[in-house]
Structures are given as C-alpha cells and as structure tokens.
C-alpha cells in the first residue's frame, strides 16, 4: 500500500449549527423561510422531524427548504415523543423553545444522547419557571408548558447550546432576560434572530438581551459550508505529503474559526480568499502540505474550535514538537468521550498522546505505524472521520468500528474524501 496524496476542490456540506437554526427560527416566524445549503444529516434531519410532529409545514427540494413559518403561539403538541436522535443541539434547543409553549412535549434520544447532560439547561429554565423533568439530568425529558418569565443568568460553561435554549425560552417569557458570557461561544442564534425580529435582541460585550413579545418574520437563510466539516480536508491537506486541496464557501465566523488560528500559528500554508456578501462570513480555503510547528490550545481558545479539537490532535502528530491542549474537560461530554476516544484509537495508530483530566499532550514528529488496526469511533461522527484521515497516514489497512455515524453531520464524507485522493 502506497500513501496517496490529496489534490482538487471540494465543497462541504451546510453548517449544522446554522441548519438547526434556519428550521427553528423558520418555524417560529411569521411567513415563509426559504434555507438554501440546508445539512441534510442525521442530526438536522431530528430537527426537521420534530417541527414536522408540531404541525410545520415543511418542503425539502434537495437541500433547499421552504418553512411555513406558525408564528410563536402557533406550534400543537405532537402526539408522539420528540426523537433527538444523536443531537445534542436539537435537544437543548428544543428544550428551550418548549418549555414556554403551553402544551406538553417528550424528547428522547439514542443511547450515546441519553447519557449526555442536560442539568444545564434544566437549571436555568427552571429558573425561569420552566417545568421538565428529566431522570438525573438525562433524557427522556418530560416538559409540561408553563408561562415562563425573564431572568438575568450568568452561564457557568462557554455552552452555545445552553445559551440557545435560554435564548429561544426567553423568547416566550413575559419580562426581558440577560445573558452573560464566560466566553464567547458560536453566536447563530443571536445573529439569527437578530435577521428575524431585530427589535428582539440587543448584545453589548458579553451581555445578551432578550426583549420578548416582537414577531419574527421569515427570512432567506444561505447556509455556508460548516468549517467543523471543512477541518478534516484542512487537516488532511495539511498533513498528507504533497497535498493542495481548495475547500469552497466555508463560513468563517469568528466564534467558531478557532481551526484557522491554529494552522497560521503552526506555519502551514493557508491561502483564505474572503467572498464579499451578506450574512455569516465566508471565503475559500486553500492548504497546501508542508512543516508544522506544534500548538498550544488553552481554555479561552476552546469554543471557537470545540469540534475540531479531535482531528487537530491528529495535525498536532504531524507537528515538529509537543503540542498541548488545556481547558477542554466539555470534550468529555460530547457524542463520545472525546479526549480518551482520541487518546487511545490514535494510540493504535502509534501517535504519542497523553490524557490529561482537561486536555492532551502530543508528541509529533514521528511518522504514524499501525499497532492495532481494529478501531472504533466510539459512535462519534468526528472521532469517525478523524480515523479516516489519519487512515491516509499509515501503511496497512484499518477498520473502523460504527463508521456509518458520519452521517450524523457529513453523510458523504468517505466519498468527497475519495475524490480528492491521487494515488
Ligand atoms: C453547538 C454547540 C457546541 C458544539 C455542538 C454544536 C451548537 O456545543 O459542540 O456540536 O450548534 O450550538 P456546546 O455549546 O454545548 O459547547
């Protein structure tokens, strides 16, 4: 087996984060919303599912979308539980925006989504008069419609997930809420909401508030191509030799670029190409393969680069030099495990990775030699395509375990991965 290299251009799919959004806020607003781009993937697709259950009419033309938006009081209660699936976010967000529609709602997930937390959106709904039960802060979670009131709540984790809920419930309530920030977490909602009913939100610093009672209109949303799905081509390029693939519309909000900083820092050779128009912030990316210095990701730098902290573990091993990753305790409580699942399956690979309670210590430079080929992604869409790509590394055949979980936010990876391979 020869190591092939990577050359060509590729567009990845629509932004998850940005697709779970376009269907919520569509819903909620008045009139139509048209969403171009939208992520046809398992997690977007619960989303999708759920409002469908609500009574939204929704029209899929490939990944263009017409929402029938029912306004804030316009949502019925569905006659069957709400099924999250593998979606954190559709979980979290729907829990904020049912927890002040007066009608009774049951979210159930998948094994992996059922053992994640979810006291941290329970604790501030409840605050504000939310009523949900959950069995020790995991699903199925029980919410029985209450009228909700305002509250001023400072978020104990960077959590855009807790922040959206809170956001979408606080939309319902009688009286304003604010939001404070530890950090800067992805910001959709707010620039999203600020598109549907701009009288809604205002945002100074790290402070968000929520004037309820101003209708949303439907909008059309383009949604970019999400720069958590890009990373596994910017990572690949960067590190299969003799590389150079271009990677079209990626959105580059400055919440969640964080993958962009690291590679400049390294030294890899990036070309960004900005695309001047309207909305979230977008540009072609362009990586060419060449030397790596290491990194050093600390707590202030995680939000922007929260999913990407998998497979920049795999650039770190390609780096000349030891590269840390501190503060990131969250990734122990995504679909995986994260830092063990990285920490062991890379381990099999030969990378030198040692766990830290918050972190990784890598130790790069050396070239990856399989020990153990038989892998498992955990269920984890990203620790899945994190493998493949380091997959592209090694000179002997791999498997892994539940691979097909990629469609949870990239049903097309192994194939627009395949395109770009030049044996
Ligand atoms: C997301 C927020 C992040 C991220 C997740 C999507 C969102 O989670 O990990 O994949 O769309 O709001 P947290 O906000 O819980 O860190």
Redesign the pocket.
């Known amino acids: 087996m020869t190591i092939p290299t990577l050359q060509g251009t590729i567009q990845v799919p629509g932004d ?2 940005i697709s ?1 959004r376009a269907i919520i806020f569509g819903a909620i607003a008045e009139g139509k919303t048209t969403v171009s781009n939208f992520l046809r993937s398992n997690d977007c697709l619960a989303t999708l599912q759920a409002f469908r259950q609500m009574g939204v009419h929704i029209e899929e033309e490939g990944k263009h979308l017409i929402i029938d938006g029912v306004g804030m009081q316009g949502l019925k209660e569905s006659q069957e539980p709400l099924n999250m699936q593998n979606s ?2 559709s979980t ?2 729907l829990a904020g925006l049912l927890a002040g529609q007066l009608f009774d709602s049951q979210l159930l997930g998948d094994a992996s989504l059922s053992k994640r937390p979810m006291g941290r959106v329970i604790t501030p709904l409840s605050q504000m008069n939310g009523r949900m039960m959950a069995t020790d802060g995991h699903l199925p979670m029980v919410i029985n419609g209450e009228v909700l009131h305002g509250i001023h709540y400072r978020l104990p984790i ?7 809920a809170i956001i979408l419930a606080a939309l319902t309530a009688q009286s304003d809420t604010t939001i404070e920030e530890p950090l800067p ?2 910001d ?1 909602s707010e620039k999203m909401l600020k598109l549907f009913s701009p009288e809604s939100i205002d945002k100074k610093n790290h402070l968000i508030t929520i004037h309820p009672g101003h209708p949303l209109t439907g909008q059309q949303i383009e949604v970019p191509a999400d720069i ?1 799905s890009a990373a596994f081509f910017l990572v690949a390029a960067a590190i299969v030799p003799g590389s150079e693939v271009t990677i079209e519309r990626v959105g580059l909000n400055p919440t969640r670029d964080g993958i962009i900083r690291v590679l400049q820092e390294m030294g890899a050779d990036l070309t960004i190409e900005g695309i001047d128009q309207p909305g979230e912030p977008m540009a072609n990316l362009t990586v060419k393969a060449g030397p790596l210095k290491p990194f050093h990701i600390k707590e202030a730098d995680i ?1 922007a680069l ?2 990407e902290i998998p497979v920049l573990a795999l650039l770190a091993t390609a780096a000349d030099g030891v590269s840390t990753i501190s503060g990131a305790q ?1 990734l122990r409580v ?1 679909e995986s495990d994260r830092l063990t699942a990285i920490r062991s399956e890379l381990g099999k690979l030969g990378a030198a990775i040692e766990e830290k309670p918050d972190g990784l210590i890598i130790t790069g430079g050396r070239p990856l030699q399989v020990q153990n080929a038989a892998l498992d992604s955990f269920g984890d869409h990203r620790i899945a395509m994190t493998l493949q790509v380091a997959s592209l590394l090694v000179d002997q055949t791999v498997t892994i375990k539940d691979a097909d979980c990629m469609a949870v936010s990239y049903p097309t990876f192994t194939s627009d991965l395949h395109t770009l391979i030049k044996e």
Do not use: W
Request: glycine share 4%; proline share 4%; net charge positive.
């Open positions: 998850k984060s779970h954190g976010t979290r967000l960077a959590s855009a997930q807790v922040k959206s977490s992805r959709h958590s939000p929260v999913d969250e995504k």
